[in-house]
């Protein structure tokens, strides 16, 4: 493969980007700042589940692949012939080294230890010797594969509270991956419902239920019914704000609620939106999210 680099201001990133990928061959398109690595390096970023505030740096560097040298020439020579092409800054073209990309792919993930009896590891790896739980977990579309903070706090919630009987029902609200979901099953649940919007996230949650050869409800929200001795939700502050007058009303009489993909910042809000219903806490904070946690009150 050959990588053709192009110099181009941030509101061109998205045209050109689509151009290469969509007219001129290119099998991919990234995007980085052109200063980066120096004093003059740019942060680009929002707030988690919000659109980066702009498309691109000021002076970006967009890298572009393709299967042979003449392909990225040929790209080069057609952006420059455009009109705007004096505003394109064409680079070189140089030569990739082969990768066993599968191999790559999979070296970035790593089995997770949650607690040291409990570990979330992708199927190409084995488990460690110390592992009693583990979720065999791959990543895919669906969010949830153990390495993000929000998923191991709530992760480690279930493995340190689960009653010895286990919980009767369990409901995973917004389950992506239905890691939680499993992580309950494995831990005595013995009813788990897992409820998303996306129906990707379903189809995920009940591949990866039956890989870990435990039972789980799955489907869009309309399923939901009853009430739960453990409610689920790892989204983010907006949605559990909105969620907070059903999700309170899914939670039997001392029965628990934890909520994840909350920033430290945004406690207080979240507090607020749930007072009408039971009083939430942090329980936990790793890398700036938190946990919060709440029991509603015996009849």
């Given at each position: 493969m050959f990588e053709l680099q192009l110099r181009a201001p941030g509101e061109w990133v998205d045209p050109l980007s689509d151009a290469l990928i969509d007219e001129l061959g290119a099998l991919s398109a990234s995007v980085e700042d052109a200063h980066a690595n120096t004093e003059a390096e740019q942060a680009l970023f929002g707030e988690p589940g919000m659109p980066a505030p702009a498309p691109g740096w000021d002076n970006s560097l967009i890298k572009a692949l393709f299967n042979t040298h003449a392909l990225a020439q040929e790209a080069a020579e057609l952006i420059q012939a455009q009109a705007?092409?004096?505003?394109?800054?064409?680079?070189?073209?140089?030569?990739?080294?082969?990768?066993?990309?599968?191999?790559?792919?999979?070296?970035?993930?790593?089995?997770?230890?949650?607690?040291?009896?409990?570990?979330?590891?992708?199927?190409?790896?084995?488990?460690?010797?110390?592992?009693?739980?583990?979720?065999?977990?791959?990543?895919?579309?669906?969010?949830?594969?153990?390495?993000?903070?929000?998923?191991?706090?709530?992760?480690?919630?279930?493995?340190?509270?689960?009653?010895?009987?286990?919980?009767?029902?369990?409901?995973?609200?917004?389950?992506?991956?239905?890691?939680?979901?499993?992580?309950?099953?494995?831990?005595?649940?013995?009813?788990?419902?897992?409820?998303?919007?996306?129906?990707?996230a379903v189809q995920s949650t009940q591949a990866n239920a039956l890989a870990n050869g435990v039972p789980v409800q799955t489907g869009l929200p309309d399923i939901v019914a009853g009430q739960f001795d453990l409610v689920m939700a790892n989204i983010l502050?907006?949605?559990?704000?909105?969620?907070?007058?059903?999700?309170?009303?899914?939670?039997?009489?001392?029965?628990?609620?934890?909520?994840?993909?909350?920033?430290?910042?945004?406690?207080?809000?979240?507090?607020?939106?749930?007072?009408?219903?039971?009083?939430?806490?942090?329980s936990c904070e790793e890398e700036g999210w938190i946990l919060m946690t709440g029991q509603r009150a015996p009849l």
């Open positions: 705007w092409g004096p505003l394109i800054q064409v680079g070189p073209i140089e030569p990739v080294p082969d990768h066993d990309w599968v191999e790559l792919t999979q070296s970035q993930f790593q089995p997770v230890a949650i607690t040291p009896d409990f570990w979330v590891v992708p199927s190409w790896h084995t488990p460690p010797s110390q592992a009693q739980r583990v979720i065999g977990l791959d990543p895919g579309l669906a969010f949830g594969t153990g390495t993000h903070p929000t998923t191991r706090m709530c992760l480690r919630w279930i493995a340190l509270n689960a009653p010895a009987t286990g919980w009767h029902r369990v409901l995973d609200y917004g389950c992506g991956s239905g890691i939680l979901a499993i992580g309950a099953a494995l831990h005595g649940a013995r009813e788990v419902v897992a409820v998303d919007i996306d129906s990707s502050a907006t949605p559990l704000k909105l969620l907070a007058p059903l999700l309170w009303s899914l939670v039997r009489p001392n029965g628990h609620l934890i909520l994840a993909g909350i920033l430290s910042r945004q406690a207080t809000e979240l507090q607020a939106a749930y007072a009408g219903g039971l009083h939430i806490t942090v």
